[in-house]
Every structure is written in C-alpha cells, then in structure tokens.
C-alpha cells in the first residue's frame, strides 16, 4: 500500500528546490504569491538562484538541496522551480535517500521523472503536476495551479478523457511521466515493480524515430507485459525526417498495445502542453467511462 502524505493546511511550509535547469530568481514572486495566499509558508533550498551552465549549481549542490527539502521536519511539500535537465545525474546517490521515512509531496513533471520513480520506488506517492516558474506564465497555467491547490488541500479530483474510455470500474495504481526520462532510467539500471499498474506517458519535442525507439525499449524491457493499460497526457511538437517514418506517435503506441492486448486511454490534460492538470502517481486511480478520479482526504 502506497504511502500518502500528509495533505497541506494553513501554516504548512512549503519548500522549492532546482534540482535540474537553474532557477531565475527574479521570477520567484509569482510563485511566492501562490504559496502566500493559501496560507502557507516558502522556504527555498541554501542553493536556489546557483547555476553551473545549465544546471542550477553542480551536482553536489542540487543534491544537497533535495536532502534539505527531505530532511526539514517544517517541509509538507517540494516544488521543482523548473525542468530541463540534470535529476538524472544524481540517480545513484538519490537511491541512497530515505524518502519513505519523510513523507511529503514532491511536486514537478518532465525531468522531475525521476524523482516521481524513485519515490514510487519507496512507496511514496507523489504529484505529477506545473513546476514553480510556470506559474503566471497564461490563463490555463493559472487554472492548472488552481486545480494543484485543491489536490494539495486533499480534494478529489477527476481529469477527463478525449474519448470513451474501455477500461471501466478499474482500480489501480498509475505510474510513469516522461517518456524520454523512463527510458534514460531504464538505461541507468532501474527496475520499477509495476505489476498490474496503469502507465502514464506524456512527450515533447522529439523526433517519431526515436519515439519509436524509446517505445521500443520499454518492450523490450517488459514493461508493456507487465502493466495493465496505458493512459497518454500531451504529445506534442513532434518531428519527422525528409524520408518520412511512416507513423506517428498515436499508431506507434497502438502497435505496442495491439501486440499486448492492452486498452490505452487517450489524451489526459497532463504533460507538457498549456493544460496541465496535477496527477497523483503511486496513487490509486478510479477509472470511469468519461474521467479518471483520484479521491482526496
């Protein structure tokens, strides 16, 4: 059984962290406002506002930063700043984190894949869902941070589906996030028990032969044996070669669940489009013909 963690309530702290890309910090305010006006506190890590190149500050440093977050007792949530690059860099030593005996609710998506497996890993649910600078950013970005209030506080929440849904009266657990990310932890050696969960897949920005690589090596893998349907968020802003692929994103996934018999549920508003609604991974999904719900308190 999942461990969940305490949902927020007036006078909670809530910490941001840049484990990835380099946070600018004169972009901090919105967020704080956000964090304020719910009645909770901001603390932000000893190394928000470094960068090493990309990065925001050197390995060391953003490791550094998760631990604080896990470790201070006044932490009820974690926000990344932003996405990028970089969690993957720190995957073995972030192994070594307790995140069990801490629990609280680490918040970001896209890079932040890899925090949401290792704490499913653990037991630990954790919430897919916008990272601190998008705030402000446009009208869905502020009812994505509206609908991610509401799930912090412990409400239920549904988020709707494209079409029909197949795979009815199902209770179970959802795993997953970035593609690109599930495949980079696949190839550091990860391992995820994932028996009988759901799969969440959301990607951007990549070209359909390497899509198809990427959904290739999940097979390969056993991860498509292993799960018991497929949900798909965004896919957006794919590309193809002058010699076109000869498929897109929608029938590479198709041939992979045809092959394993799974139903797949189309088009959730979650990933790296303007909807962006908050979902809760290693959380137990009700599964309806029209929404999938995810209870709260």
């Not at 500050?57 to 007792?73: F, H, K, T, V, Y």
């Amino acid at each position: 059984m999942s461990i969940v963690p305490p949902y927020l309530k007036p006078g909670d702290s809530v910490a941001l962290i840049a484990p990835s890309r380099f946070m600018d910090m004169q972009k901090l305010k919105p967020f704080e406002e956000w964090v304020n006006s719910h009645g909770w506190k901001l603390v932000v890590s000893p190394n928000l506002g470094l960068q090493d190149g990309q990065l925001g500050g050197n390995d060391d440093q953003r490791l550094n930063d998760i631990r604080w977050a896990l470790e201070n007792p006044e932490v009820k949530a974690v926000f990344a700043a932003r996405g990028g690059y970089g969690l993957i860099r720190l995957y073995s030593k972030l192994q070594e984190l307790e995140f069990s005996k801490h629990p609280k609710w680490w918040v970001g998506f896209s890079d932040f894949t890899v925090m949401h497996a290792l704490l499913f890993q653990q037991g630990v649910s954790s919430l897919h869902a916008p990272m601190a600078m998008q705030i402000g950013a446009n009208v869905e970005s502020n009812q994505n941070f509206t609908q991610l209030a509401q799930v912090l506080k412990g409400s239920k929440h549904g988020l709707g589906f494209a079409e029909r849904n197949t795979f009815v009266n199902k209770k179970v657990k959802i795993w997953g996030g970035n593609l690109s990310m599930i495949y980079a932890l696949l190839a550091s050696g990860h391992k995820p028990e994932i028996n009988g969960c759901v799969l969440f897949l959301e990607e951007l920005d990549e070209y359909l032969y390497h899509f198809d690589r990427m959904i290739s090596a999940l097979d390969a893998n056993g991860i498509f044996e292993k799960i018991s349907a497929i949900t798909v968020g965004s896919i957006i802003d794919m590309h193809d070669n002058e010699v076109p692929f000869g498929k897109n994103a929608k029938q590479i996934l198709m041939d992979v669940c045809n092959k394993h018999n799974k139903p797949i549920i189309w088009d959730l508003n979650v990933g790296h489009d303007l909807k962006n609604e908050p979902l809760k991974l290693g959380f137990d999904c009700i599964f309806e013909d029209s929404e999938l719900i995810q209870r709260g308190v």
